[in-house]
């Protein structure tokens, strides 16, 4: 799915891109993800691997580590939902842009949300998520990962405005 950069990216690239900036902002090195919740092409929230807040990060304090799974972070998917619920926001029939294949536990709370659908461009080892979204008839769609381009023209842009206010 290769972008033309002189065109706008689909609503898939465009919430995928999000879902990526988002999780730029993860504090836990062993993963960055990032959740984007829509619903009728509108960003419902956020949400990426973080601390508990007012918690250590593990970029600081380190991971902690349980059966092979870092423990002080709550992941984008959950954080996301949390957003939703902390905002009175409903995320029935809501879209969810990830990173990556969520976990079994992020899975069974994005199903408990009522998420209808599932876009990932990038699997996880360690899950059940697929089985539980089945089971749940959630959809997933897997697309290719979209180029980290940004098309940024300021310039572009500015001088077609000048053009224009000069007639």
Same mark, same amino acid.
């Given at each position: 799915?290769?972008?033309?950069?002189?065109?706008?990216?689909?609503?898939?690239?465009?919430?995928?891109?999000? +879902?990526?900036?988002?999780?730029? =902002?993860?504090?836990?090195? =062993?993963?960055?993800?990032?959740?984007?919740?829509? =619903?009728?092409?509108?960003?419902?929230?956020?949400?990426?691997?973080?601390?508990?807040?007012?918690?250590?990060?593990?970029?600081?304090?380190?991971?902690l580590v349980v059966d092979n799974h870092c423990i002080r972070t709550i992941h984008g998917e959950m954080n996301a939902i949390l957003?939703?619920?902390?905002?009175?926001?409903?995320?029935?029939?809501?879209?969810?842009?990830?990173?990556?294949?969520?976990?079994?536990?992020?899975?069974?709370?994005?199903? +408990?949300?009522?998420?209808?659908?599932?876009?990932?461009?990038?699997?996880?080892?360690?899950?059940? +998520?697929?089985?539980?979204? *089945?089971?749940?008839?959630?959809?997933?769609? =897997?697309?290719?990962?979209?180029?980290?381009?940004? *098309?940024?023209?300021?310039?572009?842009?500015?001088? +077609?405005?000048?053009?224009?206010?000069?007639?």
């Amino acid at each position: 799915m290769s972008e033309n950069h002189n065109h706008r990216p689909s609503w898939d690239t465009y919430f995928l891109k999000l +879902a990526m900036l988002v999780s730029e =902002r993860s504090t836990c090195p =062993r993963m960055h993800c990032g959740c984007v919740l829509v =619903r009728d092409k509108q960003i419902l929230s956020t949400g990426y691997n973080g601390s508990i807040p007012g918690g250590e990060h593990c970029e600081d304090a380190g991971c902690l580590v349980v059966d092979n799974h870092c423990i002080r972070t709550i992941h984008g998917e959950m954080n996301a939902i949390l957003q939703c619920s902390t905002h009175g926001i409903s995320t029935s029939g809501a879209t969810a842009y990830v990173t990556n294949m969520p976990c079994t536990n992020c899975a069974k709370a994005l199903i +408990a949300a009522k998420i209808k659908e599932i876009v990932i461009f990038s699997d996880y080892h360690d899950t059940l +998520a697929e089985k539980f979204f *089945s089971d749940a008839g959630v959809k997933i769609r =897997r697309l290719e990962k979209p180029d980290n381009f940004i *098309s940024y023209d300021l310039e572009s842009f500015s001088s +077609a405005k000048r053009t224009e206010k000069s007639r």
